[in-house]
């Protein structure tokens, strides 16, 4: 089970998943692809329900991103409300009357420390520091 989950979460799935959403809204007028439309909406949809931590607050960004595209491009209304007020309520922290930790996307995003990347305005902007 954990091997199927970390293969969801991972950049090929999500890059794999982007293809298809694009090939879906550059052809869904010229080619009957309806059925592989309502496909790819329950498996956008069934990712973005599948992790809720903050942890992954960037991959459901993603999915709403593709829900929109499809959307636009199919004339097809997909509801995203649920998926949008779930991360804008989201709050860090137990359930009490505490208002949870303030979460920043910027620090969600890690880079492996051995990673090189030959221009330095990239490591600058990890940083937050100015080239």
């Keep these: 089970m954990q091997e199927a ?27 009957d ?7 790819i909406i329950q498996i956008i949809n069934g990712v ?8 992954y607050m960037p991959l459901r960004v993603k999915c709403i991103q593709w829900l929109n595209t499809l959307s636009e491009s199919s004339g097809v209304f997909i509801p ?12 860090i922290g137990k359930e009490s009357s ?8 910027s620090s969600a995003v890690k880079v492996s420390t051995n990673f090189t ?9 990890l940083h937050g520091e100015a080239v």
Aim: glycine share 6%; hydrophobic share 45%.
């Design 98 to 105: 505490k208002p949870g930790k303030v979460f920043s996307f």
């Design 48 to 55: 973005a329900v599948l992790f809720p931590g903050p942890r």
């Design 80 to 91: 995203i409300t649920s998926l949008v007020l779930d991360i804008l309520e989201y709050k």
């Design 33 to 39: 692809l309806q059925p592989l439309l309502y496909t």
């Design 117 to 125: 990347y030959p221009e330095l305005g990239f490591l600058c902007g």
């Design 5 to 31: 989950v970390k293969k969801i979460c991972s950049w090929q799935y999500a890059n794999c998943v982007d293809l298809w959403v694009a090939f879906i809204s550059l052809n869904i007028h010229d080619y």
